[in-house]
């Protein structure tokens, strides 16, 4: 069926789709370790003496080290609400049945659908009546609008696949329905449950529209900071490209390990 | 009875999530309502002032806002064919038994674009678009193409950015499709004809359609919500070429204060998606 012409032409193919994907970062990379003077070179230069001047000037002279700190204390805190709250949400929609339990779920799994700024009008006004502006915890309450719904939806459905035997004989043991899910339900649906963990931090740390709004300087998040450099004139591009990769490279090493995932997790099980 | 329980464990349980998402999904919708309905400018707030829905017939009738619609569906309209057909060739060699390193190194390298920061996304189209020390014109052979201070190349170079980052999305959910297909029914057709387009039209398509109708959902709420790179990459401009819908909206409330204005733009676009999403819903999943 492979003739050797079709297996080469699969080779180049591949190939291609590979550069493609990549290329950009290796761009972004390489920019980070070019000096200004090397970086404003036209046409673009491909090898160059690398320094690693940017990163250090970003991390530590602009600032760019808090910024990741403050993504990375509003990423994991919004995940582990998310998951406080929607463990168990997701445990009732899998074993409980109830009237308005379809709707519900429905509910939970369209607040992925409606735009940020909608919500980013309002919830700026409403902060800044209540003087929470530029507050952690404020953009790790906005940030429950996506994150619950990614792990309601994947927490269900891994409850949904352990066997109802299991709850049963616990509870002629005389069990709780919270010993139930805790004891016997959790430790199995650990899985998605880590998956469920990994999307929310994911688009956490990506988000910059309620950062870029709801923050001035001591929340703020880095890809907000990242959007700062480019006022003026003589844009630092190093430095931007430098920022940009330590705001990159966490995201992606946690989406390698979720690839397997990440379309179940980005389709919210449209397709199974 | 299976799933029977007191009302009192299932609020227990269900409760606390119910009601965090009511705090921070529906209140601000409510407020935003609210603020719709009066004159709310945030250099003036000494005179807020109720004016009914004197806010909604100003967007209504204003063509800047439906020309930032327009924009946004005509974005829609160029790059979701573009990722679909790219999206298609590419499961298509993916699908293609052999060669399963390459293969496995392809199916990992699309995962980077779509995890990939789109504020990042912008940042890095400013560097390798930029017409002196771009890579992008390097490439096109020393070419001398304004992208990011031309209206029409600056839309071109937004299409680019969008196709890049989810052709690889819309490959993995078609080749997902594929590899749900009986493979003794593909061996069996692929017997009869050696044409790989009726394979693809009478074996393999009605697998693809679940994908296709997720993608096509998917696709138009993320274009309406699109904002974090293009504004890290154009800004809106130059102009208002490249000013979708959320980025207006961030400009009249944010820029130019009128919150009150901004807020019937939101109200108006989230009754936009709503619509869309039920339609979606009842034309496609009627059929699949």
């Known amino acids: 069926m492979n003739t050797p012409r079709s297996l080469a032409s699969q080779i180049v193919l591949l190939l291609i789709i590979i550069t493609i994907c990549v290329f950009p ?69 899998a074993r409980f049945e109830f009237r308005g339990k379809k709707d519900l779920w429905f509910w939970f799994i369209t607040n992925r659908m409606v735009s940020p700024i909608v919500l980013a009008l309002p919830f700026f006004l409403i902060a800044r009546n209540l003087g929470i502006l530029d507050k952690h915890f404020t953009l790790v309450l906005i940030y429950l609008t996506f994150n619950l719904p990614i792990v309601i939806w994947i927490v269900t459905d891994q409850f949904r696949g352990i066997p109802y035997d299991l709850d049963e004989a616990a509870r002629l043991e005389g069990a709780s329905q919270f010993t139930i899910m805790r004891k016997i339900c959790l430790p199995l649906a650990m899985p998605g449950v880590a998956v469920s963990a990994i999307f929310s931090f ?17 929340a703020k998040t880095a890809p907000a900071m990242a959007v700062s450099f480019m006022e003026g004139y003589n844009l630092p591009y190093g430095k931007i490209m430098a920022t940009s990769t330590l705001i990159v490279i966490p995201v992606l090493i946690f989406a390698l390990i979720a690839s397997k995932q990440l379309v179940r997790g980005l389709t919210m099980g449209a397709v199974k | 009875m ?46 807020v002032e109720f004016i009914g829905l004197a806010n909604y017939w100003t967007v209504l009738t204003d063509e800047v806002f439906w ?52 504020a990042v996304v912008g940042l ?13 014109n390097q490439l096109l052979g020393g070419a001398d193409i304004n992208w990011i201070g031309d209206p029409t190349n600056a839309f071109a170079m937004i299409i680019f950015w969008d196709v890049w980052q989810w052709t690889p999305f819309v490959a993995l959910v078609l080749l997902a499709g594929l590899t749900m297909v009986p493979g003794e029914v593909e061996e069996a ?14 074996v393999q398509l009605p697998f693809l359609l679940p994908g296709l109708v997720a993608v096509l959902i998917l696709r138009t709420a993320d274009t309406l919500k699109l904002f974090d790179m293009v504004f890290t990459l154009t800004r809106g401009g130059p102009g208002a070429a490249t000013e ?40 496609f999943y009627k059929e699949v």
């Open chain 1, 25 to 93: 970062f290796y761009w972004m990379v390489t920019t980070s370790l070019k000096t200004q003077i090397v970086a404003l070179e036209s046409p673009p230069v491909w090898i160059f003496e690398a320094t690693l001047n940017n990163y250090r000037e970003a991390l530590f002279e602009d600032g760019v080290l808090r910024t990741l700190i403050n993504s990375l204390v509003i990423a994991v805190s919004t995940t582990l609400l998310a998951l406080l709250l929607g463990v168990p949400a997701a445990f009732a929609l």
């Open chain 1, 202 to 218: 994911i688009f956490s740390w990506n988000e910059m529209m309620f950062g870029l709004i709801l923050t001035r300087s001591e």
């Open chain 2, 2 to 47: 299976r799933g029977q329980v007191s009302k009192r464990t299932i609020f227990a349980f269900i409760g606390p999530a119910v009601l965090g998402l009511a705090l921070v999904g529906i209140a601000p919708l409510l407020y935003a309502a609210w603020t719709s309905l009066h004159f709310f400018n945030l250099t003036k707030l000494k005179n």
């Open chain 2, 67 to 118: 020309q930032a619609m327009g924009r946004t569906f005509f974005l829609l309209g160029t790059a979701l064919p573009l990722q679909l057909v790219f999206g298609l060739g590419v499961a298509l060699v993916l699908h293609k038994p052999g060669l399963t390193l390459l293969k496995t190194l392809a199916r990992l390298s699309l995962v980077l674009p779509m995890a990939t920061t789109y």
């Open chain 2, 124 to 136: 890095l189209g400013q560097v390798m678009f930029n017409q002196k020390f771009g890579v992008i």
């Open chain 2, 189 to 202: 057709a692929r017997l009869e004809t050696k044409s790989w387009w009726t394979v693809l039209r009478y």
């Open chain 2, 244 to 283: 979708f819908i959320s980025l207006m909206i961030q400009r009249v409330g944010f820029r130019g204060f009128d919150q009150g204005l901004a807020s019937a733009q939101a109200i108006i676009l989230l009754i936009i998606t709503i619509i869309l999403a039920q339609i979606y819903i009842r034309v």
